[in-house]
């Protein structure tokens, strides 16, 4: 599966505005669980965060998620291919499931409750975008760098 130079770079360009996107919706994240375990108007950063969670957040985790295969899958770098992409594809799709699965209930509850968020929902609303950024900073440097070579011998790339 080999692109045309010009659908390369669009599909690169793609790739890069949902990816770092993606990160960039995520220090806001942390930026707002900060303040809300620190106290600053609880009434004001709660639903924020589940705004922006909810709508923002998670369907751009999906969609940068896709759009990273489709990156690998149509260049002549593969998904299994190369050390640095699969590398990428595990962290993100275990933060994926995480975003899914542990993120999103308490996405809801800070949307639904706002100041009555509990305790143990703050808690999470933090640690999980200090998880996340941290994956997706070294998921930058590794696409940067691209280290580590081959996973095997393929026919292209
Ligand atoms: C499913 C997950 C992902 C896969 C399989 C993947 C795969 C790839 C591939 C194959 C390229 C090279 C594309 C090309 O040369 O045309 C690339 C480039 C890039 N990726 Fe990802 N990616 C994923 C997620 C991410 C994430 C989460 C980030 C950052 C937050 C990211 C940041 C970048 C950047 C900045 C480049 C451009 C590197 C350059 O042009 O030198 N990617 N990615």
Redesign the pocket.
């Known amino acids: 599966m080999k692109l045309s130079p010009p659908w390369?770079k669009a599909?690169?360009t793609l790739?890069?505005v949902t990816?770092?996107g993606?990160?960039g919706v995520d220090v806001v994240l942390l930026t707002l669980g900060v303040a809300g375990v620190r106290g600053a108007a609880p009434d004001v950063v709660y639903p924020a965060i589940g705004l922006i969670g909810l709508t923002l957040f998670v369907p751009l985790s999906v969609l940068?998620?896709l759009v990273?295969?489709v990156?690998?899958l149509f260049?002549p770098?593969g998904?299994l291919r190369h050390r640095w992409?699969m590398v990428?594809?595990i962290?993100?799709?275990v933060m994926l499931g995480a975003v899914l699965f542990a993120l999103l209930p308490n996405l809801r509850t800070a949307a639904e409750l706002g100041t009555a968020t509990p305790a143990d929902a703050r808690l999470g609303l933090l640690m999980a975008p200090i998880v996340s950024t941290t994956l997706?900073v070294i998921?930058?440097v590794l696409?940067?760098y691209?280290p580590w070579g081959r996973l095997r011998r393929g026919r292209a790339g």
């Open positions: 390369r599909l690169l790739h890069v990816a770092v993606w990160l940068a998620w990273g295969i990156s690998a260049t770098w998904l992409v990428k594809l962290i993100t799709t997706l998921a930058t696409s940067t691209k």
